[in-house]
Nanobody, 126 residues
């Protein structure tokens, strides 16, 4: 069993930065790949970024590539999402998820993840 808790969301102006954290509990946290998803009002949930269990492989949605960076510190059971050059269209509830993910296609598929956090709101003003 893995429990995930996100933090770090808030209100920021366009062009600003935020760092989200996802703290996990449970001894098996480090064996799972992790993903960040977001959902804006009236829109479907979308994949943002993913990272392998070791941290050696990362994936990004085209919309955030070059602006966001995903990383993890398994010793701290924590995954991070550094978000730079934020845009108003980045406004959403951001959630982290954990699961046995091995392919890029599966990273993008929310149904492949076993555990989810409750989400944290990110609002980017223009």
């Amino acid at each position: 069993q893995v429990q995930l808790v996100e933090s770090g969301g808030g209100l920021v102006q366009a062009g600003g930065s935020l760092r989200l954290s996802c703290a996990g509990s449970g001894r098996i946290f480090s064996v799972y790949a992790m993903g960040w998803f977001r959902q804006a009002p009236g829109k479907e949930r979308e994949f943002v970024a993913g990272i392998s269990s070791s941290g050696g492989t990362t994936y990004y949605a085209d919309s955030v590539k070059g602006r966001f960076t995903i990383s993890r510190a398994n010793a701290k059971n924590t995954v991070y999402l550094q978000m730079n050059s934020l845009k108003p269209e980045d406004t959403a509830v951001y959630s982290c998820a954990a699961g046995p993910i091995f392919t890029y296609r599966d990273y993008q598929n929310a149904d492949k993840y076993r555990y989810w956090g409750q989400g944290t709101q990110v609002t980017v003003s223009s």
